[in-house]
């Protein structure tokens, strides 16, 4: 009885081998879940330089109102300042404003125009920020900061920079303003 059941099983694996029917379908399941987790990280990091991109021409944009007083003579607060950068970027949806922190202040001279980055233990610290758009013809630093949801798991480990598994996009604008009322 051990023996048919032995020799039954020889040749069913032996059919098993020689079979080739159903080979395309087992190959592609070898090769589908790497392609497509690769192309879903290029996909994504794509993402990332958009909304990089993006963040950068809409700073530039909001930083102008500054540059030329028109943000200070309206009375403009921060949070219009961020509106004004989020109105830029309105394809993101709603998310930009919870997801968006703005960070300006005045200096007296270019070369001491930096600050301190405002993540502290893998987190965005709003206390670090500060809105000091200046008066005329003083030297501005803008910096904005959008959290990026990471969706891509190798991209997870290689991108994130947040502690809660965002990505930090972050954009600096430095100029001095126009002479504005003289």
């Known amino acids: 009885m051990a023996i048919t059941s032995l020799l039954r099983a020889r040749r069913f694996i032996a059919r098993f081998r020689a079979e080739k029917r159903g080979s395309a379908a087992v190959e592609f399941a070898f090769v589908a879940l790497p392609f497509l987790a690769l192309l879903f990280a290029v996909l994504e990091l794509g993402m990332v330089f958009l909304v990089s991109t993006t963040l950068q021409n809409a700073a530039d ?3 102008r109102k500054i540059r030329t007083g028109e943000l200070q003579a309206s009375g403009g607060t921060a949070a219009t300042f961020k509106n004004s950068i989020c109105a830029d970027m309105s394809w993101l949806g709603s998310d930009c404003a919870s997801n968006l922190t703005v960070d300006v202040r005045k200096f007296s001279t270019f070369a001491g125009s930096s600050a301190d980055s ?4 893998g987190a965005i610290d709003p206390t670090k920020t500060k809105w000091e758009p200046g008066g005329a013809e003083e030297i501005v630093l803008v910096r904005a900061y959008y ?6 798991p190798l991209l997870n480990a290689g991108l994130q920079n947040l502690s809660n598994g965002k990505r930090l996009i972050q954009t600096t604008v430095t100029f001095r303003n126009e002479p504005w009322g003289t």
């Open 61 to 63: 944009a909001a930083g």
């Open 118 to 121: 405002p993540v502290t233990n």
């Open 147 to 152: 959290s990026w949801t990471l969706v891509t």
